[in-house]
């Protein structure tokens, strides 16, 4: 079985900030032609060093063949922000995608440049697809991310290609509003278009306040529930925290209803 990233998403999907403080996120999405299921529960963790800026992608993230009874759980690379000497962004780190029904396992490594943002691979990806019940490797992964990703049998050393960004940017679409009346109100479209549009025209001045009015808006919702004793609770997910302190959301619903913002 294969399917490219925007096939499956064509179905579809609701995310949600479900906590402020800390910002957790959760995202549930569904295909039933395919019998597919993705949920997601992240967190973002920054740390500062100087000269960049490393945030940590926390939670978990689950992938579910629905048909073939396969559940693989992955975590997330962590993104990179250069601030000096040469400004640029990458995707750093290890990213473990284990599937416990078949013992698959995928162990891979984004690199990125150096220091000073010369020489080195740049946005290079590469790793092992392993079946731990034999401890065998049976593909070798190797590439870059932004252009191509190639999966090479060890067994009679064919490759080909699995991703091909440019093939894959170009079939991705605006999203478009489907049904303006279905559409809430508190929907982040909604809610931030007047600074999203400010950032498009790079009137910066306007962003300022448009970031404003909106911070200010929910300080106040803020502010009223609590002196009511309301507690906030999400519409679409099951939050929980374990003892050590890690995030982890439910979706509520089984299937994602349709959604009135389409990308295809």
């Not at 693989?72 to 640029?88: D, H, Q």
């Not at 990458?90 to 162990?107: H, Q, Y």
């Not at 509003?177 to 931030?192: D, K, L, M, R």
Request: glycine share 6%; charged share 25%.
């Amino acid at each position: 079985m294969s399917f490219s990233k925007d096939e499956l998403f064509r179905r579809t999907r609701v995310r949600f900030l479900v906590s402020h403080h800390p910002a957790v996120s959760a995202l549930h999405a569904t295909d039933e032609k395919e019998n597919i299921e993705i949920i997601w529960c992240q967190y973002p963790f920054a740390k500062f060093n100087g000269t960049s800026v490393e945030a940590q992608v926390q939670g978990k993230r689950k992938l579910k063949l629905l048909n073939h009874g396969e559940t693989y759980e992955m975590n997330s690379p962590n993104l990179f922000i250069r601030i000096l000497p040469v400004p640029g962004t990458d995707w750093v780190g290890n990213v473990n995608i284990r599937c416990k029904e078949t013992g698959l396992v995928a162990e891979l490594c984004y690199i990125s440049q150096s220091f000073f943002g010369f020489g080195g691979n740049r946005r290079f990806i590469k790793g092992n697809i392993i079946d731990s019940l034999k401890s065998k490797i049976l593909y070798k992964v190797n590439g870059h991310w932004d252009s191509t990703v190639t999966l090479k049998d060890t067994n009679n050393g064919e490759e080909r290609i699995i991703y091909d960004a440019k093939k894959v940017i170009s079939r991705l679409q605006t999203p478009s509003v489907n049904n303006a009346e279905s559409v809430c109100q508190t929907e982040s479209a909604i809610i931030w278009s007047e600074l999203s549009q400010a950032i498009i025209n790079k009137d910066w001045e306007k962003a300022r306040e448009a970031k404003k009015i909106v911070e200010e808006k929910q300080r106040e919702i803020a502010k009223e529930r609590e002196s009511k004793g309301e507690t906030w609770i999400p519409k679409h997910f099951i939050l929980s925290q374990s003892k050590e302190g890690d995030w982890d959301c439910l979706p509520i619903q089984k299937l994602v209803p349709p959604s009135p913002i389409v990308t295809l």
